[in-house]
């Protein structure tokens, strides 16, 4: 008896002293959790290109490290290669609206200008009285002006956590590629679970990623697509870049595809090609735009079999909670939850179908 009361005594000992020091594990691991996340989720997606790659090099070190510079590859260099070509644009793009402004005294009095134009149309149909349009959007500009040169510096000031995220995320990343199916083999096995049931929830949290994946290259692809067409249809330079440019935006969350073609419509309203803009306004607002509401959510349902409303919330949800990470782990933990409600209620009724055997 005094052996059965001292076990129980160190086992809740010990599990007092467990949790607690779970607890300062997750503290310490916090400010690290996205690019955790983030090379967990490479880990899952880029496993088949791992298994090529071992089954090449031998060595299990060097071919996580081959496997996670080739990642790294993926992940970096089309953006890098890119933002090059986007910025040549955009310095063309600000040349020739220079250009256009010179005579009005410079690209801010020509956009009043415009404006200026745009309010003396509107008052033939809509009466105005005293209201200063004009100095509004003004007023306007000139704080998202400021709220840009605000946004440049903290861009700056958060330039080196964003480069010792990438540094955790591929550093774990390796480690993931080179252990991690031997890691999940040994928590797997001291899961008190069946070899069915781990099944399911394994399964479902795999094909839940990568329908996840697939959802948002979807998106990509599509919209992508749709604003290449529409640029190249209306005569507008560059329609392919735009085009991958607008789809690695339709991933960020919040802002989307409507970062690209929004601005290029008023572009085009301003400079008086009010045809092309409006047409290119539509288009995005209704075609391009609504892609995302349509797309993600079928690829998902059609992969995992979840209601599409379920998938709208977690979907938005995650993103709320997580950023851009949370397009993928909001359905992930939509996927867990359904398979151990499963889980739980197959095991609640297994005594008593038993019995009635």
């Not at 640029?231 to 607008?246: D, K, N, Q, R, Y």
Request: aromatic share 10%; proline share 4%; glycine share 6%.
């Amino acid at each position: 008896m005094p052996n059965l009361q001292r076990q129980r005594s160190t086992i809740i000992f010990l599990t007092i002293g467990t949790a607690l020091a779970l607890t300062l594990c997750a503290y310490i691991v916090a400010p690290f959790s996205r690019p955790i996340v983030a090379a967990a989720l490479f880990a899952v997606v880029f496993h088949p290109v791992h298994q090529r790659v071992t089954r090449i090099v031998s060595n299990a070190s060097a071919a996580a490290l081959l496997s996670t510079i080739l990642v790294l590859l993926i992940v970096t260099l089309p953006p890098l290669l890119l933002s090059v070509a986007l910025q040549r644009e955009l310095s063309d793009l600000y040349r020739t609206l220079q250009a256009q402004s010179a005579s009005d005294g410079g690209i801010w009095q020509w956009i009043a200008h415009q404006l200026e134009r745009v309010t003396h149309w509107s008052r033939q149909f809509v009466a105005f009285a005293d209201f200063d349009f004009r100095a509004l959007v003004l007023e306007r500009l000139q704080q998202w002006s400021n709220a840009l040169l605000t946004r440049a510096a903290q861009f700056v000031g958060n330039l080196t956590s964003f480069i010792v995220e990438l540094v955790v995320a591929f550093f774990t990343l390796f480690f993931l590629l080179r252990d991690g199916a031997e890691r999940v083999r040994w928590l797997l096995a001291r899961a008190p679970l069946r070899a069915t049931q781990l099944e399911q929830l394994s399964s479902g949290i795999y094909r839940t990623i990568i329908a996840s994946v697939y959802g948002s290259l979807a998106v990509a692809l599509a919209q992508g697509t749709l604003l290449a067409l529409a640029f190249w249809t209306l005569g507008l330079p560059s329609p392919l870049l735009w085009g991958v440019v607008t789809g690695l935006f339709s991933l960020v969350p919040l802002v989307g595809s409507a970062a690209i073609w929004l601005p290029a419509a008023l572009v085009l309203i301003f400079t008086g090609h009010w045809i092309k803009g409006l047409l290119l306004l539509g288009w995005g607002a209704g075609v391009v735009g609504l892609a995302d509401n349509v797309i993600r959510p079928l690829v998902i349902h059609e992969q995992v079999q979840f209601s599409t409303i379920y998938v709208f919330f977690a979907l938005l949800g995650g993103v709320q909670a997580f950023g851009l990470l949370g397009l993928i782990i909001g359905p992930v933990v939509l996927a867990v939850t359904q398979t151990l409600i499963k889980l739980l209620w197959e095991e609640s009724r297994a005594p008593d179908s038993t019995q009635a055997g």
